[in-house]
């Protein structure tokens, strides 16, 4: 398993790690665009330009301030040109997610703009996009919602909107 390692805000290095659990980690959940990092893209250094890297920066952003240093991303820590260790990695999704200290959900198809700063959003400004969100639509949304103990979701901004136990209800709708 491949891990991203913060070094410094917007720089983090790849890591191999020779199982799941070495290292506490957090992963990301998150929709595909069509500019995704890959694995490609972050080994000759020429990611930071596609529109993708953003949320791979907020979530290592993010998990710095959770106190943690190492974090998981699929479109990039995975070698999806490598067809054995796709196959791999796509049985042991399930393992990765439940391991993980905690899951961030970036929904980029929620905004919410901050004002002044420390004013949290109220949250009937966001719930009806929150409920129709693309994220809901995708095969992989349920294992990444029941398999990690802890799951963050937060808008394109980096606003956290809540987790699972506080969202249970439009979640659950």
Known sequence: MRLLEMKSPGEFSLIQVATHNTLPYVILSHTWTG??????DLVSSTGKSKSGFEKIKFCGEQATRDGLQHF??????????NSA???TAINSMFRWYRNA???????????VPTYNGDIQPS???????????????????????????????????????????????????
């Open 35 to 40: 500019q995704e990092v890959t694995y490609q």
């Open 72 to 81: 998981w991303v699929d479109t990039c820590c995975i070698d999806k040109s």
């Open 85 to 87: 260790e796709l196959s």
């Open 101 to 111: 200290k905690k899951c961030y959900v970036y929904l980029t198809d929620i905004s």
């Open 123 to 173: 949250q009937s400004t966001w719930e009806a996009a929150f409920r129709s969100s693309r994220w809901f639509t995708r095969g992989w949304t349920l294992q990444e919602l029941i398999a990690p103990a802890i799951v963050e979701f937060y808008s394109k901004e980096g606003t956290r909107l809540g987790d699972k136990k506080s969202l249970e209800k439009p979640i659950h709708e």
